[in-house]
């Protein structure tokens, strides 16, 4: 996005003024031009640099601080960073289903709340959304002993926004793909699923964890499927989430139906 005049200037107040609210000022900013032209997003990753900017010589400042609010206006623009992947990159291979399943355990709330907090740490700069899901996250439902949690992103395809600092707080990183990054820790118990803010998929995702948390009879079914799955001997774990699919879609039906 080239900079025109009036984002130019306010480049130069950014210069001339130091640390600023970013947030504040691109409020003033967007009232002042066409509202349309660049959308307010929540933008935390950006007051880091412009912190560092603010700490150059006033000479340096110009030009390079000018560089960085461009970026600004880039991340806040609405658009994608870049193109997404468009293959599915699984790092490792396939591997063996090898966890049965467990009673439910009330640890498994604690244990995401321990990731939360790990992910928000690793992420103190980016604005996130984090929820748990999956079984784990329905109390009274048998469920392997993985912790599956998402984020919801910005921007999928800005990796260096989320991926380095998740993959710095340990985390490794196992598929890539349209859409959807998965990291995992390095003993596999807790995956980590990034999404881009307002991807259907987590919506189905919270459809799906809410309405187990309230309906019995779908958790007791649920449940029933996955023991009848786990009897037999899975090669690969996405060849059994696979198998889970209709029963999986049938209930979100009746997930649906039961908010109208």
């Known amino acids: 996005m080239p900079l025109s005049k009036d984002n130019c200037a ?7 003024h ?14 002042a031009l066409d509202a349309t032209q660049v959308p307010i997003r929540r933008a935390r990753v950006t007051t880091a640099r ?25 991340m806040n623009s609405g658009k994608p960073r870049r193109p997404d992947v468009t293959t599915v990159e699984i790092i490792g291979g396939p ?20 990731h939360r907090r790990r992910i928000l740490d690793a992420l103190a700069a980016v604005d996130v959304d984090i929820e748990h899901i999956g079984s784990t996250s329905v109390p009274g ?40 990054r998965l990291v995992r820790t390095p003993t596999r118990d807790v995956h980590v699923h990034v999404y881009e803010r307002g991807d259907a998929a987590v919506h189905e995702y919270l459809l799906f964890r809410d ?17 009848a799955l786990l009897s037999q001997q899975w090669n690969d774990m996405n060849d059994y989430a696979d198998a889970k699919s209709d029963v999986i879609l049938a209930i979100k039906t009746r997930a649906r139906a039961a908010r109208q």
């Open 141 to 180: 439902l048998a469920a392997k002993p993985i912790v599956d949690i998402v984020v919801a992103v910005a921007d999928i395809t800005a990796e260096e926004d989320y991926l380095d600092g998740l993959l710095a707080a340990g985390y490794e990183l196992r598929v890539r793909e349209p859409g959807h």
């Open 18 to 31: 130091g640390r600023i609210d970013l947030f504040r000022v691109e409020q003033e900013r967007v009232a």
């Open 50 to 74: 412009l912190d560092e900017a603010a700490n150059r010589s006033p000479v340096d400042r110009g030009g390079e601080l000018a560089q960085d609010v461009k970026d600004v206006l880039v």
């Open 95 to 114: 591997e063996a289903l090898e966890v049965g399943l467990g009673s439910y355990d009330a640890r498994w709330a604690e244990v995401y709340l321990y």
């Open 10 to 16: 306010w480049a130069e107040h950014v210069a001339l």
């Open 211 to 227: 309405h187990l948390r309230t309906n019995a009879d779908d958790r007791v079914l649920y449940e029933s499927v996955k023991r």
